[in-house]
C-alpha cells in the first residue's frame, strides 16, 4: 500500500510543476507581447546571468543594432509627441501625438529595454543626432506651420521604421528580436495609416504614400 501511494505521488510532480509555471508565467498586457525572456531571462536557472550569457554564440550584430536604433526611435516618438501636445492647435494631431508618447513609451519599456539587456546591448542616452536636429527644428514653430512639418516627419519615420522593421523580421536570429519586430510592424503600420489620413485631413503634402499603403 505505501509502494503504491508513493508511486501516485510521484506521477502528480509533474502536473504540479507545470501548474506551478503556468501560474506564475507573465501574463504581458497589450499592446506588448509576452515572450519567453522578456520578464526574467534566466527565470529557468534562478541567478543573474554574466553580460551577453543570454545570447547565442555567433549573435548577430545586425539584431543588436536594429535594438538600439528602435530605442532611439522610440525616444524621439516619444519627445516629439510631447513636443506636439505643447504646440499643435489641431485635435487630431494632438490625439496622434499622445498615442505616440504612450504606444513608443510601452514599446520600450515593455519590449526593447529588457531584449537589450538580454543580448548585452547598452541602451542609448537619447534620440539620435538627426532627430534631435528635427526636435530643434519643430521648438522654432507653432500653429499650422508646425503642424504641417510634423506630420511630414511622422509619415516620413513610420514609412522608414516600417521597412526596418519588415526587414528584421525576417532576418532576425534572435527569437524575442524576431516577435517584437513582427509585434512591432503591426502597431506602426497603423501609426503610418493614421498619421496619413491625417496628413490628407489637412492637405499636407507627403512622399511615397503609394508605396507605403502597399505594406
Do not use: C
Amino acid at each position: 500500500m505505501n509502494r503504491t501511494v508513493k508511486g501516485l505521488w510521484l506521477s502528480s510532480v509533474p502536473v504540479l510543476v507545470t501548474s506551478l509555471a503556468l501560474a506564475q508565467a507573465p501574463t504581458g498586457g497589450a499592446p506588448a507581447p509576452s515572450m519567453p525572456s522578456q520578464s526574467s531571462p534566466n527565470s529557468t536557472t534562478g541567478a543573474p546571468a554574466a553580460p551577453g550569457a543570454t545570447a547565442p554564440t555567433g549573435q548577430s550584430f545586425g539584431d543588436q543594432a536594429f535594438v538600439t536604433k528602435a530605442l532611439e526611435g522610440g525616444m524621439a516618438e516619444v519627445q516629439l509627441g510631447q513636443l506636439a501636445q505643447q504646440k499643435s492647435q489641431s485635435q487630431d494631431v494632438k490625439q496622434f501625438a499622445q498615442k505616440m508618447v504612450s504606444d513608443h513609451g510601452q514599446m520600450g519599456e515593455k519590449w526593447f529595454k529588457p531584449v537589450a539587456k538580454s543580448l548585452g546591448v547598452s541602451e542609448p542616452k537619447g534620440p539620435s543626432k538627426k532627430d534631435k536636429k528635427l526636435m530643434e527644428k519643430l521648438s522654432g514653430l507653432s500653429g499650422t506651420d508646425f503642424d504641417t512639418q510634423y506630420i511630414q516627419a511622422m509619415v516620413k519615420d513610420h514609412q522608414q521604421d516600417l521597412k526596418e522593421f519588415q526587414a528584421e523580421a525576417q532576418a532576425a536570429q534572435d527569437p524575442n528580436v524576431k516577435q517584437i519586430a513582427e509585434q512591432g510592424t503591426k502597431i506602426i503600420s497603423q501609426h503610418l495609416q493614421l498619421i496619413q489620413q491625417i496628413a490628407q485631413a489637412h492637405n499636407v503634402p507627403v512622399e511615397g504614400k503609394e508605396m507605403s499603403s502597399n505594406k
